[in-house]
């Protein structure tokens, strides 16, 4: 019997990590979280492949502890930041504030970029965690993703 060691097996059958996100852009994305606490934060990641290399806050319009509206001049300035400098809209991204990071029906049913992904930042435990999903048709697929 062959035995591989975690690392051995790991080289042989590498797992595909989905989205690259820079380690400063997960503190930016946990301190927007918190800062806008009760109300859920909203924003935008983009980059090139699979690399994270823009990080866009926008104002949720709803300021609501439940939903979130990207206000809409903001959103308009971001996509054209990106398109600008190239990029591609890799994530939107929102905080729950009281729940965990999985999609509530609201958030399935709002998934109207179905190529992108959603990240989603819970602060209910000690210290934020994040999750990141694919909703196309209304069909909730975990996806992973690497701190580099």
């Known amino acids: ?30 301190l927007h979280a918190q800062r806008e606490k009760p109300i859920e ?24 502890p439940t939903t979130y509206f990207m206000d809409p001049r903001e959103q308009f300035w971001a996509f054209g930041n990106m398109r600008q400098n190239q990029l591609e809209l890799l994530a939107i991204y929102h905080s729950h504030t009281h729940t ?4 509530s029906a609201t958030d399935i049913r709002l998934a109207y970029y179905p190529e992108s992904y959603y990240l989603i930042v819970t602060l209910m435990h ?7 999903f694919k909703i196309p048709q209304n069909v909730v697929t975990e996806e992973s993703f690497e701190i580099v």
């Open 1 to 30: 019997m062959n035995s591989l060691a975690r690392s051995d097996y790991d080289s042989v059958h590498p797992v595909a990590t989905v989205l690259k996100i820079p380690k400063a852009i997960q503190e930016a994305l946990y």
């Open 41 to 64: 934060c909203c924003g935008l990641l983009a980059g090139i492949g699979n690399l994270v290399t823009h990080h866009y806050q926008i104002k949720n319009s709803d300021q609501s």
């Open 100 to 103: 965990p990071a999985y999609p």
């Open 126 to 132: 000690a210290q934020p965690q994040m999750r990141l």
